[in-house]
């Protein structure tokens, strides 16, 4: 190859990355190289280390030209910036530089020459000495794609390099949504935020690590020359939009969980979000059986989260923030969230009585019950409301008082129920009656004012001394 053939061109770097180690350039080249694949539907990218230790990264594209030196941006991948890592020429100027100054010599070989790097003087100025692509015909003027060969780099240095994609990490997909993909969180490892494959942070607290795909006008700009060390802030918006628009199973509970943590202080980040832990609970909703109540009500409705467990709900413990979001809120299929007071309300609109017919009672347990009559005389008769009462073997949990109801006035069924316990006795039947009476009458529920002025006169009207002369 004669001299006249050989050309040189000035890479014209002036800021040199000092913080760029190898792994920094090779990550660029093999963004170089997926890129073209993605451009071009060209086969996979092959990385592989030769006989003589040169480690190689090829792709089958158009091949790489001298021009793709410049620091311009490159109008194709601005054109089809969905599909690639990278828009600037200045990611490969960089590499060959940090390649270059740390000791690595470089041959990148394509159909449209051979280049390699010399430190060498600039046109006209003897003096100054720059770094320099040397440019020479094609090896193989037939090749397909571009192979860029590195001779000093270790196993490790590629290693530590392929570490920066999402590609090559191995990361599960939990969710894909249209801002990016949701990933399960490598054990024993920190949180990682890629933009379009390509590491740009990591995250101690975070839940999961995350795929960004749709940019935000703050993360084209946070995406500098490093590509490393963005801060959250940028990425932050996007985060939270992949987990609003999540339906997945395993990301919700994930999150609900974490939930359960914040009061001892041990929950990832993402919970802090209220909109997220919401909407994680609403996913929750839809696909378990849960329900969510706070802290205070664990100890203080015991006895209706007992009965819930037993069912087979799940039972999951939110702030009182949250809780106070999900109150009246709907979960992602339009059903309520499962509050206490909804459960509540389901488990009373589910319950079945077990009802007991006068004749299957015994004699005792008859002549209370047909003293209906007599006690309702008391407090002058049955009100038009009451069109029956029956008794039941069993009756709704007062999940109020933390027992079971002795008695209930149902409105709709215009029926007064009584526990076939209280036939034990004519005192405890009688008090249970026109308790329920009181209800009738008055419509009011228990705990009010207007109950317990109309329970005062009931009471003063069937004094136990009258009850006692029914016996």
């Known amino acids: 190859m004669s001299q006249s053939q050989v050309r ?64 311009n941006e490159n109008k194709e991948k601005l054109r089809y910036e969905s599909k690639v890592v990278g828009k600037f020429g200045v ?58 060969a590195f001779n000093g780099i270790s196993d490790g240095d590629m290693a530590a390099a392929k570490k920066f994609f999402l590609k090559f990490s191995g990361d599960k997909i939990l969710d894909s949504t249209q801002y990016g993909q949701i990933l399960r969180r490598t054990q024993g490892g920190k949180a990682r935020v890629y933009v379009k494959g390509l ?68 929950n990832r980040d993402e919970v802090k979000w209220v909109d997220v832990a919401v909407h994680a609970c609403q996913i929750l909703n839809a696909k378990r059986k849960v329900v969510f109540v706070t802290a ?81 005389k008391l407090v002058g008769g049955l009100p038009r409301e009451v069109k029956e009462i029956r008794i039941s073997e069993t009756m709704r949990p007062d999940f109020a008082s933390n027992c079971d109801a002795a008695g209930l006035w149902e409105p709709q069924k215009r029926r007064i129920i009584i526990k076939r316990s209280q036939l034990r006795s004519l005192e405890g039947f009688a008090g249970t009656l026109l308790h329920e009476i009181t209800h009738a009458r008055s419509g009011c529920e228990d705990v009010t004012r207007e109950f317990e002025n109309e329970l005062t006169v009931t009471l003063g009207r069937a004094s136990a001394k009258a009850i006692s002369h029914l016996k």
């Open 91 to 148: 990611g490969l100027k960089d590499a060959l530089a940090t390649l270059h100054r740390r000791g690595t010599s470089v041959v990148i070989r394509s159909k449209h020459g051979d280049i390699e790097l010399e430190m060498t003087s600039k046109h006209g100025f003897s003096d100054v000495a720059t770094l320099h692509a040397v440019i020479s015909p094609p090896g193989d003027p037939k090749q397909i794609g571009t192979d860029v």
């Open 199 to 266: 590491l740009v942070a990591e995250e101690e607290d975070f839940a999961f690590s995350y795929n960004i795909t749709s940019l935000t006008a703050a993360m084209n700009k946070a995406l500098n020359r490093e590509r490393t060390n963005v801060g959250r802030t940028a990425y932050a918006d996007r985060v939270k939009a992949m987990l609003l628009a999540s339906d997945s199973d395993e990301v919700a509970e994930t999150l609900t969980n974490d939930l359960t943590r914040m009061e001892q202080g041990t």
């Open 8 to 71: 040189k061109f000035d890479l014209n770097i002036e800021k040199i990355l000092e913080g760029w180690e190898l792994r920094h350039a090779i990550r660029e080249v093999l963004a170089n190289a997926l890129d073209e694949q993605a451009l071009t539907s060209s086969a996979e990218i092959r990385i592989n280390k030769d006989s003589k230790g040169v480690w190689h990264v090829r792709d089958y594209g158009r091949g790489l030209r001298y021009e793709h030196l410049t620091q």
């Open 296 to 376: 205070d009500q664990r100890t203080q409705a015991s006895d209706a989260i007992d009965h819930a467990i037993s069912d087979g709900y799940k039972v999951v413990t939110v702030p009182e923030n949250i809780q106070e979001r999900l109150h009246g809120a709907r979960d992602i299929l339009g059903n309520p969230v499962r509050d206490l007071e909804v459960f509540q309300t389901e488990f009373a609109a589910s319950f079945e009585f077990a009802f007991v017919d006068r004749q299957r009672l015994s004699p005792a347990e008859r002549r209370i019950f047909d003293s209906q009559a007599e006690l309702a």
